[in-house]
Nanobody
């Protein structure tokens, strides 16, 4: 069992930036593929980004490519999401998730992840 706690969300003007963090409990953080998803009111949960166990491979959803950047620090059991050039369409609750399955690729579907944080709200004003 792993517990995930997100932080760093908030209210920001369009064009602004935030750095989201997700801290994980346990001693096996480096065995998980980590992902970020987001969910806006009335919409399905959307894949944002994922990162391999060692951090050497990263994956992004089409709507955030070139603006968001995922990274991880396995020594600190933390994954980050740097979000830049924000627009009101980025407004959502952002969730981090852990995939302990051992698969060799990142799953872009929420069902590929077993553990979820409680989410952090990002609100972008126009």
């Amino acid at each position: 069992q792993v517990q995930l706690v997100e932080s760093g969300g908030g209210l920001v003007q369009a064009g602004g930036s935030l750095r989201l963090s997700c801290s994980a409990s346990g001693r096996t953080f480096n065995s998980y593929i980590m992902g970020w998803f987001r969910q806006a009111p009335g919409k399905e949960r959307e894949f944002v980004a994922a990162i391999s166990r060692g951090g050497g491979s990263t994956y992004y959803g089409d709507s955030v490519k070139g603006r968001f950047s995922i990274s991880r620090d396995n020594a600190k059991n933390t994954v980050y999401l740097q979000v830049n050039s924000l627009t009101p369409e980025d407004t959502a609750v952002y969730y981090c998730a852990a995939d302990p399955s051992g698969r060799t690729y990142a799953d872009f579907r929420p069902r590929g992840y077993d553990y979820w944080g409680q989410g952090t709200q990002v609100t972008v004003s126009s």
